[in-house]
């Protein structure tokens, strides 16, 4: 009689299920294990569930325990009465505080399971954040039984200033499930959108998919917008605590007429049908963007600042266009470069397609992840 190794009793720890890409990322990446050699909990600690819904809950055993203020050890607490009650044998920590709260929780179960990290930041935003990095967070980096990182570039950054880290760390590309991103099913829904937002049927479209935070760089794209010649248009997705301030600058430049503003978007495939490239200008923290990835299944070019590892997906004149972070007018020329010519446009379209389907899909990601969490669980 054949017997059935045991599943890998395996916690996921993450801040919170807001909609961005390392919360997509591990959400996608929880759902894909499979369940027969894995046994997944999921644990979250502040209060923002948007991709709540998006959880295989059949699959999966989620918790919520957001911390009441900043020092609150309840969530710390909560993860050690896991690890023992759960026998919990491995802990992937995505972003760096959950691998924090992990390493406080371990040292208050009976349980020891090792940690896995997955670092999604290259350019960090502030100095408090760098000096973090270098007090507290390489330390435990270099303890942890496995370090991912999402792109080539990221991991050469981070070894550059913690060599030790060679020893436990390794790339796994982020990934997305290229099907579901099929540009030929898609076309109707875009045009309804654009019907919807009374925007021409001849008119380009550029679509920014982001998060309004400052190192999204939406002021640098709006002011690159309003120096085009022609009349684009322009469609943001996302919420956040800049996005008053930038609806204030477009009526301030007169560009009203010819930029929307969606908010939060659950689906963006529609939006992305209709538009004719994507735009990325960050200029901090970006990494291997989900959005980006998103954009390229559905056949839509890029440009972006070239920040993180951009460039290990966007080639220049092949799958889309590199800027430097920060650089208005490089971003300007760059956008109207590629609205100049509809089929190169085309052309690059299809070649950012393949790429995202030979090297960066869900399956890859996923099954790359579960050879990490088995080899450190032993």
């Known amino acids: 009689m054949v017997t059935e190794p045991a599943r890998l009793k395996t916690l996921f720890l993450v801040p919170s299920l807001r909609r961005a890409g390392a919360q997509t990322q591990v959400v996608d990446l929880v759902n894909g294990l499979d369940s027969r050699r894995f046994e997944k909990h999921l644990f979250t600690f502040h209060t923002v569930l948007e991709l709540l819904e998006r959880i295989d809950r059949e699959q999966v055993v989620f918790y919520n325990h957001p911390r009441s203020h900043k020092f609150d050890l309840g969530p710390v607490q909560e993860i050690a009465r896991l690890i023992d009650h759960q026998g919990i044998d491995v802990i992937h920590c995505s972003l760096q505080f959950s691998l924090l709260l992990a390493w406080l929780a371990r040292r208050m179960s009976r349980r020891k399971p090792p940690l ?94 982001a998060g309004f935070r400052p190192e999204k760089g939406h002021g640098q794209l709006i002011d690159a917008f309003a120096g085009l010649s022609g009349t684009p248009y322009l469609v943001f997705a996302g919420e956040g605590e800049t996005r008053s301030a930038m609806e204030l600058r477009i009526r301030e430049s007169g560009l009203a007429d010819r930029v929307r503003f969606l908010g939060v978007v659950e689906d963006v495939r529609p939006l992305l049908a209709m538009a004719s490239i994507s735009v990325l200008a960050s200029t901090a923290v970006e990494t291997f963007s989900i959005a980006m990835l998103e954009s390229m299944a559905m056949g839509v070019p890029m440009v972006a600042t070239n920040i993180g590892g951009m460039g290990e997906a966007i080639l220049p004149g092949d799958t889309g266009f590199l800027v430097p972070p920060g650089d208005v007018e490089a971003l300007r020329m760059a956008i109207a470069d590629a609205l100049s010519d509809t089929r190169r446009l085309h052309d690059m379209g299809r070649a950012a397609r393949a790429l995202v389907q030979a090297r960066f899909t869900l399956e890859a990601m996923v099954e790359q992840t579960s050879e990490v969490l088995q080899a450190a669980a032993g």
């Open 116 to 209: 896995v990290a997955a670092i999604h930041t290259t350019v960090n935003r502030s100095l408090k954040e760098a000096l973090q990095d270098r007090l507290i967070y390489r330390h435990l980096l270099k303890r942890s039984a496995g370090v991912i990182f999402v792109c080539e570039n990221q991991r050469n950054h981070w070894l550059k200033k913690h060599p030790a880290l060679k020893r436990n760390s390794r790339v796994i590309y982020n990934g997305i499930d290229v099907a579901r991103f099929d540009p030929d099913a898609w076309g109707s829904a875009g045009q309804r959108l654009r019907a919807a937002l009374d925007i021409p049927g001849g008119a380009q479209v550029i679509a920014c998919v």
